[in-house]
């Protein structure tokens, strides 16, 4: 066999060798399953999710009375001479009085005039639905007070004691740094319970 017949068998053998791997190739490539390709778990379009609605705002009913008319000048007197109505006074924000004040409510603080300690009362008039969202509020997140006469729940606040009772269809609120057990804060929400009528 000459030198070019046999470069001439190699190139069939090769090119014979390429035809039948590229056969090869393409019936792998047809018995493969098509699929569409996918995103990522982690960049999928969220689903939208429902959302619930928040429930109405509590509306309170406004207080006809006034701070004095509340707890009279005798009753503070009763409970400490020294303390005398802030005519100034504005409750904080955050507070449970800025709250009653949002719900039409009667705000007010009586001062010691020698500590500076301060008692802030706060009543608002509210529906039954609101009052018992309140009440259920009170029982998971304060103490029950049996000793009010009413419905009453005491806690301390950021060394504040915080009381408050429930009368009829009022909320009444008392916060003071001199309100160091239930006891401390009872002739302050007796006071406010007769204010109410």
């Known amino acids: ?12 053998v090769l090119a014979g060798a390429v ?15 098509t699929t569409s390709p996918t995103a990522p778990t982690g960049s999928a379009t969220p689903t939208p ?8 705002p509590a509306e309170g009913v406004p207080i006809a009375i006034g701070c004095d008319e509340l707890i009279t000048p005798d009753a503070i007197y009763d409970y400490n001479p020294n303390y005398s ?7 904080a924000d955050g507070t449970e009085a800025a709250e009653v004040a949002k719900l039409d409510g009667l705000t007010c603080s009586w001062v010691n005039q020698t500590s500076g300690v301060a008692i802030e009362v706060a009543v608002a008039q509210l529906s039954d639905a609101d ?4 009440k259920n509020k009170f029982v998971t997140e304060s103490n029950s007070v049996p000793t009010y ?17 429930f009368d009829g269809p009022y909320w009444i609120t008392a916060s003071s740094a001199d309100f160091f057990e239930p006891g401390d804060a009872e002739p302050i929400i007796a006071a406010a319970i007769a204010g109410l009528g």
């Not at 066999?1 to 069939?12: E, G, H, P, Q, W």
């Not at 109505?85 to 409750?91: C, E, F």
């Open 1 to 12: 066999m000459s030198a070019s017949a046999s470069r001439t068998v190699i190139a069939l």
């Open 19 to 33: 035809a039948v791997g590229a056969t090869a190739c393409a019936a792998e490539q047809e018995a493969a399953p």
């Open 49 to 56: 999710t429902a959302t619930s609605t928040a429930p109405a």
């Open 85 to 91: 109505l802030d005519t100034a006074y504005a409750p």
């Open 131 to 134: 009052l018992t969202a309140l």
């Open 149 to 165: 006469r009413v419905e009453g729940y005491f806690q301390l606040v950021d060394a504040a004691g915080q009381a408050d009772a």
